[in-house]
Nanobody, 119 residues
Protein backbone atom coordinates (compact mmCIF):
# COMPACT_ATOMS: atom_id res chain seq x y z
CA UNK A 1 0.00 0.00 0.00
CA UNK A 2 1.17 3.51 -0.80
CA UNK A 3 0.37 6.58 1.27
CA UNK A 4 0.59 10.20 0.17
CA UNK A 5 1.04 12.75 2.92
CA UNK A 6 0.77 16.46 2.26
CA UNK A 7 2.24 19.20 4.43
CA UNK A 8 2.99 22.90 4.33
CA UNK A 9 -0.47 24.41 4.32
CA UNK A 10 -1.53 27.24 6.58
CA UNK A 11 -2.76 30.81 6.83
CA UNK A 12 -0.98 33.44 4.75
CA UNK A 13 -1.69 37.03 3.83
CA UNK A 14 -2.47 38.02 0.25
CA UNK A 15 0.75 38.34 -1.71
CA UNK A 16 2.49 35.81 0.49
CA UNK A 17 4.02 32.44 -0.30
CA UNK A 18 3.69 28.84 0.81
CA UNK A 19 5.43 25.64 -0.20
CA UNK A 20 3.45 22.42 -0.12
CA UNK A 21 5.04 18.98 -0.01
CA UNK A 22 3.62 15.58 -0.88
CA UNK A 23 5.61 12.57 0.24
CA UNK A 24 4.83 9.04 -0.89
CA UNK A 25 5.64 6.16 1.43
CA UNK A 26 5.46 2.41 1.13
CA UNK A 27 7.58 -0.20 -0.59
CA UNK A 28 7.95 -1.77 -3.98
CA UNK A 29 6.44 1.07 -5.95
CA UNK A 30 7.38 3.70 -8.50
CA UNK A 31 5.63 6.96 -9.17
CA UNK A 32 4.64 8.11 -12.63
CA UNK A 33 2.87 11.43 -12.83
CA UNK A 34 2.09 13.59 -9.82
CA UNK A 35 -0.34 16.45 -9.50
CA UNK A 36 -1.87 18.96 -7.15
CA UNK A 37 -5.60 19.58 -7.07
CA UNK A 38 -7.60 21.95 -4.93
CA UNK A 39 -11.14 22.12 -3.72
CA UNK A 40 -12.78 25.19 -2.25
CA UNK A 41 -16.05 25.04 -0.31
CA UNK A 42 -18.99 24.66 -2.65
CA UNK A 43 -16.78 24.26 -5.70
CA UNK A 44 -15.63 21.35 -7.80
CA UNK A 45 -12.17 19.91 -7.39
CA UNK A 46 -9.83 21.43 -9.95
CA UNK A 47 -6.41 20.54 -11.27
CA UNK A 48 -3.79 23.08 -10.22
CA UNK A 49 -0.60 21.62 -11.67
CA UNK A 50 0.85 18.32 -12.80
CA UNK A 51 4.30 16.96 -13.49
CA UNK A 52 5.37 13.89 -15.41
CA UNK A 53 8.15 11.50 -14.48
CA UNK A 54 10.32 13.35 -17.02
CA UNK A 55 9.34 16.64 -15.31
CA UNK A 56 7.11 18.05 -18.02
CA UNK A 57 4.68 20.39 -16.29
CA UNK A 58 1.21 21.80 -16.88
CA UNK A 59 -0.65 24.48 -14.93
CA UNK A 60 -4.15 25.82 -14.58
CA UNK A 61 -4.43 29.24 -16.20
CA UNK A 62 -5.34 30.75 -12.85
CA UNK A 63 -1.96 29.88 -11.31
CA UNK A 64 0.43 30.22 -14.25
CA UNK A 65 3.36 32.46 -13.38
CA UNK A 66 2.63 32.20 -9.65
CA UNK A 67 2.85 28.49 -8.80
CA UNK A 68 5.65 26.05 -9.58
CA UNK A 69 5.39 22.28 -9.33
CA UNK A 70 8.53 20.19 -8.92
CA UNK A 71 9.50 16.71 -7.76
CA UNK A 72 12.37 14.85 -6.18
CA UNK A 73 12.21 11.32 -7.55
CA UNK A 74 14.81 10.03 -5.09
CA UNK A 75 12.55 11.11 -2.22
CA UNK A 76 9.23 10.23 -3.93
CA UNK A 77 8.13 13.75 -3.14
CA UNK A 78 6.36 16.48 -5.07
CA UNK A 79 6.31 20.15 -4.19
CA UNK A 80 4.10 23.11 -5.01
CA UNK A 81 5.69 26.51 -4.55
CA UNK A 82 2.92 29.08 -4.36
CA UNK A 83 3.80 32.77 -4.68
CA UNK A 84 1.70 35.93 -4.92
CA UNK A 85 -1.16 34.14 -3.23
CA UNK A 86 -4.67 35.51 -3.60
CA UNK A 87 -7.78 35.01 -1.48
CA UNK A 88 -9.26 32.95 -4.31
CA UNK A 89 -6.44 30.43 -3.84
CA UNK A 90 -8.02 29.44 -0.53
CA UNK A 91 -8.86 25.73 -0.67
CA UNK A 92 -7.89 22.28 0.47
CA UNK A 93 -4.95 21.21 -1.66
CA UNK A 94 -4.69 17.52 -2.47
CA UNK A 95 -1.83 15.53 -3.88
CA UNK A 96 -2.52 12.92 -6.55
CA UNK A 97 -0.12 10.36 -7.95
CA UNK A 98 -0.16 7.57 -10.50
CA UNK A 99 1.69 4.72 -8.81
CA UNK A 100 2.98 1.50 -10.34
CA UNK A 101 3.19 -1.48 -8.02
CA UNK A 102 3.09 -5.19 -8.70
CA UNK A 103 2.60 -4.68 -12.41
CA UNK A 104 -0.45 -2.43 -11.94
CA UNK A 105 -0.88 1.32 -12.01
CA UNK A 106 -3.30 3.00 -9.64
CA UNK A 107 -4.20 6.54 -8.67
CA UNK A 108 -3.64 7.58 -5.09
CA UNK A 109 -4.80 10.66 -3.18
CA UNK A 110 -3.47 12.35 -0.10
CA UNK A 111 -5.71 13.58 2.69
CA UNK A 112 -5.27 17.24 1.78
CA UNK A 113 -3.80 20.31 3.41
CA UNK A 114 -5.69 23.56 4.03
CA UNK A 115 -4.43 26.77 2.48
CA UNK A 116 -6.12 29.97 3.61
CA UNK A 117 -5.22 33.33 2.09
CA UNK A 118 -6.63 36.15 4.14
CA UNK A 119 -5.64 39.44 5.72
Amino acid sequence: QVQLVESGGGLVQPGGSLRLSCAASGSGFSINSMAWYRQAPGKQRELVAKISVSENTNYADSVKGRFTISRDNAKNTAYLQMNSLKPEDTAVYLCNALVSMGGRASWYWGQGTQVTVSS
